[in-house]
């Protein structure tokens, strides 16, 4: 089993920057691929970004790319969401998830165990 923890929302002007952190507990997951995801009120849950468990491949869904960076520490059993120019439309609950396998997919039912989220609220 894996334990996830994100850290890091809260309530960002528009243009500004946060830094997610899921921290894993449980098992190291080293070996997982990991996602982050969001949902907002009314709106199906999408995938943001994902990361094979070499870190050297990752997934970005065009709304955030080139904005959004996702990055992972396996000595710290954690993986990052760098968010920069924050846009209104970025508001909604994040989410990371992990895969039993290494491999990244945008799927959130390829998932296995997810966190619990956290709030991220850009204003205009």
């Known amino acids: 089993q894996v334990q996830l923890v994100e850290s890091g929302g809260g309530l960002v002007q528009a243009g500004g920057s946060l830094r997610l952190s899921c921290a894993g507990s449980?098992?190291?997951?080293?070996?997982?691929?990991l996602g982050w995801f969001r949902q907002a009120p009314g709106r199906e849950r999408e995938t943001v970004a994902a990361?094979?468990?070499?870190?050297?491949?990752?997934y970005y869904s065009d709304s955030v790319k080139g904005r959004f960076t996702i990055s992972r520490d396996n000595a710290k059993n954690t993986v990052y969401l760098q968010m920069n120019s924050l846009k209104p439309e970025d508001t909604a609950v994040y989410y990371c998830?992990?895969?039993?396998?290494?491999?990244?997919?945008?799927?959130?039912?390829?998932?296995?165990?997810w966190g619990q989220g956290t709030q991220v609220t850009v204003s205009s």
């Open positions: 990361i094979s468990w070499t870190g050297l491949n990752t």
């Open positions: 449980g098992r190291p997951f080293s070996r997982n691929a």
């Open positions: 998830a992990a895969r039993t396998m290494g491999w990244r997919t945008p799927i959130p039912s390829d998932y296995d165990y």
